[in-house]
């Protein structure tokens, strides 16, 4: 139960009968409740807005001809997609408008389980962010993948009661949902009444009523504009994507209007950091909406009111009495440009700089590569004959998901190979968690390689190693746990 002593002093000070930490005056307010900009003071204490009428501050400041709106609350971002420590993410975003950070799951959890959630927790604490994540569903995706973790509801359960869990992630295991996997039904049964995020695949109409029926209520996987007029009708909350794989911004802007944007959100998953150093995080979305027609009010709202909302984050996205004190300062609402940015009613952002010290980095030790000596032959495809058809993996661009193609086979030595005058490369995924040694091979298209090797381990879901290459001659694996030595194909 929450203290009485606090909500006494915030009380008096609303009504004038002792100081106020802070003053705002001479702004616009971005109204993001009732979506109008009005003209007001705002009166700051004990981090949280508290009225816009104050007849004694310890502090005043006045922004006249700037404008107040909330900060931005990113719906879903696993944090370490941006390839940095929680602490420099929070270096670069919290100057562009972010202070809340919602929804993502842990992604390192596949690498490392419920270690990885708790991670993510411990080395956010003393940033100027609010970061909460959702559980990861589906740990494996899969029974067909290998990861390190295998995280039933008997592990979820030791964390859902977080007070910055707000519920279980996107829950891809599509089928195990509409045919009443009891592992998968226990996992959502067990995070109710918190939220449950979606990741549908295309199904039967009666399939996705069936999915949504479970009350898992939203998609961040829309890519077209009909999947996500198909999952708005059934009430499901649409999360708009702009990432770095996935650029879905622009195809579903226009399934926005007044009357039905509160069933939308803005996330940046899978937006690296050289893309927020660059292009910004939301606040580079909210441009884009606005340029596109989209009333600025009406951008941002969507940019934090809904995922308050849709997160019951009840003090959050909105400059209100009894609403956390997360306010940006803008130059104006075309432009965007961002002046200051204050926490819980403190200033920790300014001009673009971090005002505040942020805490040293947690670096998680130990070796996350545990990969057996391969020999070439396991990255060999043999072929039957010489009019073998092959299965093609297309890549479709900036999209995540692919198509499926069978194209005849170039054969070479008895074995089919890359064909670079049909962008064919060859693909192998090893094995990294459990040193088994195993391989997976394969074709893909829309690469573009005309030499060379690309090789990764951040490899969603599982994040085993994956290789593409023009030969298999010129990728092998050396020093096993150590590092994928790549040469030129010759």
């Known amino acids: 139960m929450e ?49 816009f009428d104050c007849s004694c501050a310890r502090k005043s400041l ?8 909330p900060d931005f609350i990113d719906a879903h971002v696993p944090l370490e997609s941006a390839m940095v420590t929680v602490t420099e993410y929070a270096r670069d975003v919290v100057p562009e408008w972010i202070t809340t950070s919602g929804g993502g799951s842990s992604r390192d959890c596949r690498c490392s389980g419920m270690k990885g959630v708790r991670y993510i927790l411990e080395s956010s604490k003393d940033v100027p962010l609010n970061v909460y994540v959702m559980l990861s569903s589906c740990v494996p995706a899969t029974h067909l ?14 964390l859902i009661d977080h007070e910055r869990i707000l519920g279980l992630a996107e829950v891809m295991n599509y089928p195990g949902v509409i045919y009443r996997n009891p592992a998968v039904l226990e996992k959502i049964s067990m995070a109710r009444p918190k939220n449950i995020d979606g990741r549908p695949t295309r199904h039967s109409d009666r399939g996705l009523q069936a999915y949504i029926a479970a009350r898992i209520r939203s998609d961040h996987e829309c890519s077209s504009l009909e999947d996500a007029k198909e999952k708005l009708r059934l009430g499901m909350s649409i999360i708009i994507r702009e990432g770095r794989a996935a650029e879905n911004l622009q195809d579903l802007l226009s399934l926005v209007t007044p009357l039905s944007s509160r069933q939308f959100m803005f996330v940046s998953e899978d937006r690296h950091h050289s893309d927020i150093m660059d292009e910004g995080h939301i606040n580079f979305m909210i441009g884009v909406a606005i340029q596109s027609g989209m009333d600025p009010t009406l951008a941002l709202q969507i940019a934090s009111f809904n995922a308050a909302r849709y997160f019951c984050l009840k003090d959050l996205g909105a400059i209100a009495p009894g609403f956390r004190a997360d306010i940006t300062v803008l130059d104006d609402l075309e432009n965007l440009s961002v002046k200051k940015v204050f926490k819980d009613g403190r200033l920790v952002a300014e001009d673009g700089h971090i005002l505040v010290p942020l805490p040293s980095p947690i670096i998680s030790k130990g070796s996350a590569m545990r990969v057996r000596d391969l020999s070439l032959e396991k990255s060999e495809i043999p072929s039957a004959h010489e009019l073998d058809f092959i299965r093609v993996t297309v890549a479709i661009p900036d999209q995540i998901v692919t198509k499926s193609l069978l194209l005849p086979a170039k054969i070479s ?21 459990r040193t088994t040694g195993n391989v997976g091979l394969g074709f893909v298209q829309g690469f573009g390689l005309k030499g ?10 599982p994040h085993n190693i994956a290789v593409v290459g023009i030969s298999s001659k010129g990728y092998a694996l050396r020093r096993p746990g150590s590092y994928l030595h790549g040469r030129r194909a010759g």
């Open 3 to 51: 203290s009485l002593e606090p909500l006494e002093d915030l009380t008096m000070a609303t009504r004038g009968e002792t100081e106020v930490d802070l003053l705002i005056e001479g702004a616009e307010l971005v109204n993001t409740l009732s979506g109008e900009v009005q003209r007001a003071d705002v009166a700051i204490h004990r981090g949280r807005t508290i009225g």
């Open 62 to 69: 006045n922004l006249s001809g700037s404008v107040l709106s």
């Open 413 to 433: 030595e008895g074995k089919a190979i890359a064909d670079i005058s049909r962008d064919i490369l060859v693909m192998a995924v090893i094995e990294r968690h």
């Open 452 to 461: 060379g090797t690309l090789a990764t381990s951040v490899d969603h879901d």
């Open 145 to 158: 993948e290998t990861s390190r973790a295998e995280l039933d509801v008997k592990a979820l359960q030791e």
